[in-house]
């Protein structure tokens, strides 16, 4: 069954950096565009980034860009979020989750149990 | 800000019928055939119900069912179950390779 497990997550001081991990299994890795979604304590979701199947494309919500780099290990089956310069508006749980579909049309239908980030001094 | 504007919260009784909007623009709800919705449980990973604006999930009971008019998409939950008391996330591509989530509407079963 395909499964999402996130990891890395951890208390950092701001402006400091930490790297997330999502490890896949259960389905062709290299084959799915993923994503990375969080949830602040008491908000709603937000999109942070999202890498195509090949790693070529990526993209990121302005409140990440410049900070934040999306990559992925096909060959480890591993998706990861290098998180720099954080701020104390950075803390959530980091979700990551699977997209199907093409380019930008389709849907998220794994998700991963999330990882907590907490950036503060 | 979120992209998408959802009510913060609905209640309905057991066996009763809610609906959940979702209002965005002609850039995003308006003009994509993929809204999807999700069911987010406290602790839980967050679990795709609809997708392609109406398509339900695999699993997902008929009870839940979505449409979409102009901007606003809706996801309405009929027979209301204890159950299905959790948190729903609209979402829409948004254009420029970014995608936009709803602020999130609590359902409360009472």
């Known amino acids: 069954q395909v499964q999402l497990v996130e990891s890395g997550g951890g208390v950092v001081q701001p402006g400091r950096s930490l790297r997330l991990s999502c490890e896949a299994s259960g389905f062709t890795f290299s084959g799915y565009g993923m994503h990375w979604v969080r949830q602040a304590p008491g908000k709603g979701l937000e999109w942070v980034t999202f890498i195509w199947y090949d790693g070529r494309k990526k993209d990121y919500a302005d409140s990440v860009k410049g900070r934040f780099t999306i990559s992925r290990d096909n060959s480890r089956n591993t998706l990861y979020l290098q998180m720099d310069s954080l701020r104390a508006e950075d803390t959530a749980v980091y979700y990551c989750a699977r997209f199907i579909g093409g380019d930008f049309e389709g849907r998220f239908d794994y998700w991963g149990q999330g990882t907590l980030v907490t950036v503060s001094s | 800000q979120s992209a998408l504007t959802q009510p913060r919260s609905v209640s309905g009784s057991p066996g009763q019928s809610v609906t959940i909007s979702c209002t965005g623009s002609s850039s995003d709800v308006g003009g994509s055939n993929y809204v999807s919705w999700y069911q987010h449980l406290p602790g839980r990973a967050p679990k795709l119900m609809i997708y392609d604006v109406s398509k339900r999930s695999s699993g997902v009971p008929d009870r839940f069912s979505a449409s979409k008019s102009g901007n606003t998409a809706s996801l309405t939950i009929s027979g209301l179950l204890a159950e299905d008391e959790a948190d729903y996330y609209c979402?829409?591509?948004?254009?420029?390779?970014?995608w936009g989530f709803g602020g999130g509407t609590k359902l409360t079963v009472l």
């Open positions: 979402c829409s591509y948004v254009g420029s390779y970014t």
